[in-house]
Each structure stands twice: as C-alpha cells, then as structure tokens.
C-alpha cells in the first residue's frame, strides 16, 4: 500500500491563482481530512469528509473548497489564492473516523502565496 | 471553541534524563491522540488514548489520559537523541466524524 499520497510537493502561486492540492489514499478508508499547519499554531482542520459525496467543514473552511467523488480520493480546492494561505497541508485518513482509530497523514504540500 | 495547549513549547533536555510533557484542553473529550513530527516530515502516530485512566507505554515513551482533569502526559525516559522531534497531541470533539484539535507542539531536542 502506498498509504496516503499527496501531489504537488511544492507549489508556488500568484495572489488571485487557482488550484487543486490532491489527496488520495488506498487503504479503503472512509474518513478523510485536510489540515494546514502553520508555524507556532499546529495543525488546523480545513475540511473533513466521513464517506464518498459527504463532506464537512473544520475549524478554518474559509477559502477552501472540497468534493469527495470516489473512497480514494479527496482533493483540496484554492479558489483564489491569498497569502495568508501560505502554509503546508496535510491530507489524513482513517477507516471510519468514528474516534478510536489514528489518522494516518499524507507526506504534505509545502504551498507558497506571492 | 475547543482549546488544546501543550507545554513546554520547546524542550532542550541531556540524554539519560526524565521528563513530562502536558497536554491540556478545553471540552469534554475521552479520545485524545499523541503523534510524533521530525522536521519537515509528516506525523506520525504515536499513541491513542480512549478512556479515562488510559496508559500506553512505547519504549521510552509512556502516554496517559485523565478526562476529569483534561490532562494528557507524555513521559519520556532515559532520553536519547533519537527522540528528538516536535511531539503534537490532538483531542477529537467530532459528533459525525473525526474532527481533531491540536496543540502548538512541543519541539523536544536532546543533547548527547
């Protein structure tokens, strides 16, 4: 199993830009989640999703979009990029996420907003 | 809003000595999770802590959960330098799913 994969590594955007972070996992996990993490602040939860076609907001959704079209995959929408969105992102997932289990975090997408 | 805090925020500790990190929060919560980040890394899972009085034990690390008090505690022994890492503990307070709240971390550097 390769786990949790997210593409870009790295990405740097002009203020106003668009784009899509892509999360994807083959664990057959249902729950998946997207956090920021910012320094001194730890991980901040964006958006959530608890199953395919049903999503969530966290504690910071502002800015971000989200759909959940297959198990596998849970991609992260920037709708018009800001540098207060400077930040690196981790997609997670776990089976249910009903409580008792871990999430197991994705690798991170180090985002740069000029 | 849910408020989880950590301290120390950062921690210099020599090799072979004890010490505890804290994890307090704000809500009512029996599911409390510990991970470990090296830098520029993702997180990995540490512990998982479900019930009141819970107690995991991984090494030199030993993790415990008082909900009465809202406390959490990651004990570390006979440190070593291999530990050395930013150790986040995070409290779900989800209805309908996960929804994890973390603390700012504790950066733990051990010197030899």
């Known amino acids: 199993n390769a786990g949790v994969t997210q593409t870009p590594k790295f990405q740097v955007l002009k203020t106003g830009q668009s784009m899509t972070l892509q999360c994807a996992q083959d664990?057959?996990?249902?729950?998946m989640s997207w956090y920021r993490q910012d320094p001194g602040m730890g991980l901040r939860l964006i958006h959530y999703?608890?199953?395919?076609?049903?999503?969530d907001q966290g504690e910071v959704p502002n800015g971000y979009n989200v759909s959940r079209s297959t198990t596998e995959d849970f991609p992260l929408r920037l709708l018009s990029a800001a540098p207060s969105q400077t930040s690196v992102y981790f997609c997670?997932?776990?089976?249910?996420?009903?409580?008792?289990?871990?999430?197991?975090f994705g690798p991170g997408t180090r985002l740069l907003v000029l | 809003e849910l408020k989880v805090e950590q301290n120390p925020l950062f921690l210099s500790m020599q090799e072979g000595k004890n010490y505890t990190i804290y994890c307090n929060y704000s809500?009512?919560?029996?599911?409390l999770y510990w991970y470990r980040q090296d830098p520029g890394k993702s997180l990995e899972s540490l512990f998982v802590?479900?019930?009141?009085?819970a107690v995991k034990q991984e090494g030199r690390l030993m993790a415990s959960l008082d909900t009465k008090a809202r406390l959490s505690t990651l004990h570390i022994t006979a440190a070593v330098h291999d530990l050395s890492a930013t150790y986040f503990c995070?409290?779900?307070?989800?209805?309908?799913?996960?929804?994890?709240?973390f603390g700012t971390g504790t950066s733990l550097t051990v010197i030899p």
């Open positions: 809500t009512t919560s029996d599911r």
């Open positions: 664990m057959n996990h249902e729950y």
């Open positions: 997670a997932s776990s089976y249910s996420g009903q409580g008792w289990e871990t999430q197991y």
């Open positions: 995070a409290v779900d307070s989800g209805n309908t799913g996960n929804q994890f709240y």
């Open positions: 999703s608890v199953g395919a076609g049903i999503t």
């Open positions: 802590l479900l019930s009141n009085g």
